[in-house]
């Protein structure tokens, strides 16, 4: 009788995997507190608004929007909620899909943007890109491609 194996990870791809876990868990943790500290906006109500703040008009679609930080409608329908009670968005109806809403970024929402903008990118480069050379994020970026690529 043959008994099934389960399939195992090399050490060096154990290693890759639960590396590349651990460093993105622990760059999400330290660059959201942080931005919580300085600016009391969390991760990802600062990724909303950065995509809202580089959207055509300062808006989009709340479906689009969903795919674009990674939430489930439900979760980003409650972190939309919570922008809008802080003033930094408003929700309006889409003319041309009556079902349709669009999250629209305030003055309010750009004038917060851009004062976390500054910490968040001085996190980003403090303890992800000076870390790297040129040519190592250079690989690091087609690694990236490849792999979101396979994933269409």
Do not use: K
Not at 27 to 54: F, M, N, S, T
Not at 94 to 122: K, S, V
């Amino acid at each position: 009788m043959q008994t099934s194996r389960q399939p195992t990870l090399t050490d060096r791809e154990t290693a890759a995997w639960a590396g590349f876990l651990r460093a993105h868990a622990g760059l999400v943790r330290e660059l959201d507190r942080e931005l919580e500290a300085a600016h009391g906006l969390p991760l990802h109500q600062y990724e909303v608004l950065l995509v809202l703040a580089r959207a055509d008009g300062g808006r989009a679609r709340m479906s689009e929007l969903a795919d674009r930080v990674l939430l489930s409608q439900s979760g980003l329908t409650r972190l939309v909620d919570r922008l809008e009670r802080a003033g930094l968005v408003v929700r309006e109806r889409c003319d041309q899909d009556r079902r349709g809403l669009y999250a629209r970024i305030t003055e309010e929402g750009e004038r917060r943007f851009a004062e976390a903008r500054a910490t968040h990118l001085a996190g980003v480069r403090t303890r992800f890109l000076d870390r790297f050379s040129p040519a190592e994020l250079d690989g690091l970026a087609e690694a990236w491609e490849r792999i979101r690529d396979a994933g269409s």
